[in-house]
């Protein structure tokens, strides 16, 4: 390919997470899934006396981690292939208080007119090989703009507080560490990732004979 219209495709993809249609719906989708959530967390709540959805968050992928996870995957810096290809250009994180309560967001998600399964990733069941630990659903969600109703994809990663603080610090150690001693940090990481689904594990059958008092 020639280098103009190499950069001319980077500029496109450039523009499209920075400040345009994209990104402006993509915010659009983003407070539907928080509103969906709110919803299901209320609902949970009137059922289960307690709080389901501890927190949750957004964000539209910004241009340098898409331009990142394209090179990682081979991919061409361009617009289209990031749309086809790049699941969590959209994505949305919730935090639950139990490992049981996540698929409980999930199926009530599932049962939605407006959303189409597209994929779902459990990590849960089948951490990845790094510890890492989470539901991933790739979701089509319907949004009804104006004009017309428009279905945007979008990722919603769904995991424990405790499965939330080993990703989030997991993800800082692997931008500090260089390639020096990787084996043996991964492996710390991976045993770290194991005492947080014991953990896990043990607060829920604590949680579960609270319950049947
Ligand atoms: P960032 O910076 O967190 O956004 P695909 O292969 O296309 O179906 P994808 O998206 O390539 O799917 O891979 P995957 O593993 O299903 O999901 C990727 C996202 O999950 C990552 O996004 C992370 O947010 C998270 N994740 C996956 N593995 C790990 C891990 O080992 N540690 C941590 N901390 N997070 C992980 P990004 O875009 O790669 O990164």
Not at 15 to 31: A, Q, W
Not at 46 to 51: L, V
Not at 71 to 100: H, M, P, T
């Amino acid at each position: 390919m020639k280098k103009k219209d190499k950069i001319r495709r980077k500029e496109n993809l450039q523009r499209m997470l920075t400040d345009s249609e994209f990104t402006v719906k993509g915010k659009c989708v983003i407070s539907l899934m928080l509103t969906k959530l709110d919803i299901i967390n209320t609902f949970l709540l009137m059922k289960y006396n307690r709080t389901i959805i501890q927190m949750k968050t957004g964000r539209v992928k910004g241009y340098d981690s898409v331009c990142k996870k394209l090179s990682k995957k081979g991919l061409e810096l361009d617009r289209e292939i990031a749309l086809e290809k790049i699941n969590d250009l959209i994505g949305v994180r919730a935090i639950c208080s139990y490992v049981d309560d996540i698929y409980r967001v999930a199926d009530l998600l599932e049962k939605q007119k407006d959303i189409r399964i597209v994929k779902v990733k459990d990590y849960i069941k089948q951490p990845k090989k790094s510890g890492y630990q989470s539901l991933h659903m790739i979701l089509d969600v319907a949004i009804a703009f104006q004009q017309e109703t428009q279905w945007i994809r979008v990722e919603l990663q769904l995991r424990t507080a405790a499965m939330d603080y080993w990703a989030n610090l997991d993800h800082q150690l692997r931008y500090k560490r260089g390639k020096k001693e990787t084996d043996m940090i991964d492996e710390e990481l991976q045993q770290c990732a194991e005492v947080i689904t014991q953990l896990d594990q043990k607060m829920l059958e604590v949680r579960k004979k609270i319950d049947r008092i």
